[in-house]
């Protein structure tokens, strides 16, 4: 899953952090962090699991490996974000703009915690509102292209954005399945 869906899938703040940084930071350091921000951590871990042995998850990557490769997790990855902030039974806009807010109060709240990488990227973040960019599909456009430039292995013109459009009934149905099993999971490790 991609940011927005782990800062969803947390039970707090400091959860929120942990969930987010790991990214950004080395598996080694994770001991390093408060305990609330390991929760997130341990959290972040116990969600790439799931979602990797998931077979709906594993539809949706099946539908980028043609033209990605290796990269198809990530793609898929992103645009569950897409389809998430979309689902009118989760969050109004408004009301996704507000957690986004609060993800961003998280991430400086613990601003002394945050991996160097992810303090750099911070004010991009804040100043491009990362988190809402994937409700649109010019967005996820957007937010493609830009996996695409950084991946190594992938030419600068691979066209991911036309597998989402082209697959797009496809690929929520196989959301609708996946992300509430995802949720129910996640409320079962609740403390």
């Not at 996704?96 to 709240?109: A, I, N, P, R």
């Not at 409700?135 to 597998?163: I, P, Y």
């Amino acid at each position: 899953m991609n940011y927005l869906a782990h800062s969803f899938l947390s039970y707090s703040k400091p959860q929120i952090v942990g969930n987010l940084l790991v990214d950004f930071a080395r598996r080694k350091d994770r001991l390093d962090y408060p305990f609330e921000i390991q929760k997130g951590i341990t959290l972040h871990y116990a969600i790439d699991a799931y979602t990797d042995a998931h077979p709906k998850f594993k539809e949706i990557k099946a539908v980028f490996r043609p033209l990605t490769g290796h990269y198809a997790g990530v793609f898929a990855d992103i645009v569950l974000d897409y389809f998430i902030l979309n689902d009118p039974t989760l969050k109004t806009t408004e009301q996704w703009q507000c957690h986004c807010d609060g993800v961003y109060e998280s991430l400086e709240t613990y601003y002394e915690w945050l991996p160097p990488r992810l303090k750099a990227s911070l004010p991009s973040m804040l100043r491009d509102n990362w988190l809402m960019q994937y409700q649109t599909l010019e967005g996820m456009q957007r937010a493609l292209g830009h996996v695409v430039r950084r991946a190594n292995f992938l030419e600068d013109k691979t066209d991911v954005f036309s597998v989402l459009k082209t697959n797009l009934t496809e690929i929520e149905a196989l959301y609708q399945v996946f992300f509430p099993d995802l949720r129910a999971y996640c409320e079962s490790l609740k403390p």
